[in-house]
């Protein structure tokens, strides 16, 4: 079982900066590929980016050249640099991570930007 734990969220206004951060911890695993996920109120949960272990990474559309997804394989964490944060952004952000036998999320942090 791997346990996944965001930190970093909080409340900002629009065009502030924030870093999540996600923390993996257990015993003996291998992380294939983490990513960033958010739920806005009243929406779908959504791909907000995504990087393998190789750090190969993707972005939606909407964070593209905003946020920044990278990770620290020595420290099992993986971060969220979030840049010219909109109102838009406002959301519960969840880590996800999938190995070989496993596939976890974290229990989620609320990021909210003020206009």
């Known amino acids: 079982q791997v346990q996944l734990v965001e930190s970093g969220g909080g409340l900002v206004q629009a065009g502030g900066s924030l870093r999540l951060s996600c923390l993996a911890s257990?015993?003996?695993?291998?992380?294939?590929?983490m990513g960033w996920f958010r739920q806005a109120p009243g929406k779908q949960r959504e791909l907000v980016a995504t990087?393998?272990?190789?750090?190969?990474?993707n972005y939606a559309g909407s964070v593209k050249g905003r946020f920044t997804i990278s990770r620290d394989n020595a420290k099992n964490t993986m971060y969220l640099q979030m840049n010219s944060l909109k109102p838009e952004d406002t959301a519960v952000y969840y880590c996800?991570?999938?190995?070989?036998?496993?596939?976890?999320w974290g229990q989620g942090i609320q990021v909210t930007v003020s206009s």
């Open positions: 257990g015993s003996s695993f291998t992380i294939n590929a």
């Open positions: 996800n991570a999938f190995g070989p036998a496993f596939a976890s």
């Open positions: 990087i393998t272990s190789g750090g190969s990474t």
